[in-house]
């Protein structure tokens, strides 16, 4: 079972900055969307950003737009989620995912994702 391995969270002060990584030995992930969730203690799921492995067109949630940049690095075969301007409420655990069910990628459908990570923590302190 391939499973995607996510890296670079941390604790980081309000307004920080952070690079979480996205890596799959194993699968090529320029073939694949892919997508960033988040899951703080308490709440849902929510899909925070994607890009698509067939125009490299990205998604963003409201909460995050202008804040948070998805990138790919086919060279390395990683996918990055650039997160400035860190608040409080972007504490959560953050996953990537990985799916090729669907022409453009979609934050708002987890099963369109078939392979996932076992998340990294990113704590923002209030």
């Known amino acids: 079972q391939v499973q995607l391995v996510e890296s670079g969270g941390g604790l980081v002060q309000p307004g920080g900055s952070l690079r979480l990584s996205c890596a799959a030995p194993?699968?090529?992930?320029?073939?694949?969307?892919i997508g960033w969730f988040r899951q703080a203690p308490g709440k849902e799921r929510e899909g925070v950003a994607c890009?698509?492995?067939?125009?490299?067109?990205?998604t963003y949630a409201d909460s995050v737009k202008g804040r948070f940049t998805i990138s790919r690095d086919n060279a390395k075969d990683t996918v990055y989620l650039q997160m400035n301007s860190l608040k409080p409420e972007d504490t959560a655990v953050y996953s990537c995912?990985?799916?090729?069910?669907?022409?453009?990628?979609?934050?708002?459908?987890?099963?369109?994702?078939?392979?996932w990570g076992q998340g990294t923590q990113v704590t923002v302190p209030s």
């Open positions: 995912a990985a799916g090729r069910l669907t022409y453009y990628c979609s934050i708002y459908v987890p099963y369109d994702y078939g392979y």
């Open positions: 194993g699968l090529t992930l320029d073939y694949y969307n």
């Open positions: 890009i698509s492995s067939s125009d490299g067109s990205t």
